[in-house]
């Protein structure tokens, strides 16, 4: 109802578990998914994973009743956009979804600390990949900056750059290390110990 109700999104299809999401996903092709984690039949983090092997994949974003809970952190590393707590105010879902379909990644604001700590807990440190060596030693700099939280504004005035420079970098750096948003790159920085 909330979606439906603005002028430039529409909801496409309602899935009542996580196969017939994964089904629906097939043969609308839409391009957000706002996914549940606890549904029947599949679950919404294996459902994701499926969504997610798809060529052309649309975002994903998932709920949760939690601030935070393992299918959460688990879905974020596995490469959904983002999660929301079911409670979120409705001007905050809808900005949400705007937000993830222009490119970037949401993640619900009180469990953003608890979330990269999670990820960080969980396991050593993995080798670090030989494409975090083909950066820059610019875009290294960028990379920890950007792994830290700060905005692409405050890395701009904290390294004397414009935004739209910062905006280039992170986007190559992005792209060399095979990363879809924002949120993949704090994942990754934690995952190999690079924060």
């Not at 606890?38 to 679950?43: E, G, I, K, L, S």
């Not at 052309?56 to 709920?63: E, K, N, S």
Request: hydrophobic share 45%; charged share 25%.
């Amino acid at each position: 109802m909330v979606i439906d109700s603005q002028p430039d999104l529409e909801v496409v299809g309602e899935a009542s578990d996580g196969r017939e999401g994964v089904e629906m996903v097939r043969a609308m092709r839409p391009d957000l998914v706002l996914m549940d984690v606890r549904m029947p039949v599949m679950d919404g983090l294996t459902a994701t994973a499926e969504i997610l092997r798809e060529p052309g994949a649309p975002r994903v974003v998932v709920l949760t009743t939690f601030d935070l809970d393992e299918a959460a952190a688990r879905a974020i590393q596995g490469g959904a956009s983002g999660f929301l707590l079911k409670d979120s105010e409705p001007e905050f879902l809808l900005s949400a979804i705007r937000t993830v379909h222009a490119g970037s990644a949401v993640i619900a604001a009180e469990a953003t600390r608890e979330l990269f700590a999670h990820i960080a807990e969980n396991g050593t440190a993995e080798p670090v990949p030989q494409s975090y060596n083909d950066l820059t030693e610019r875009e290294r700099e960028i990379f920890v900056l950007a792994a830290a939280g700060l905005s692409n504004s405050e890395i701009a005035a904290q390294e004397f750059l414009s935004e739209a420079t910062v905006k280039t970098h992170i986007s190559r750096i992005l792209s060399k290390l095979a990363l879809r948003d924002r949120v993949q790159l704090v994942v990754f920085a934690y995952r190999h110990g690079l924060v």
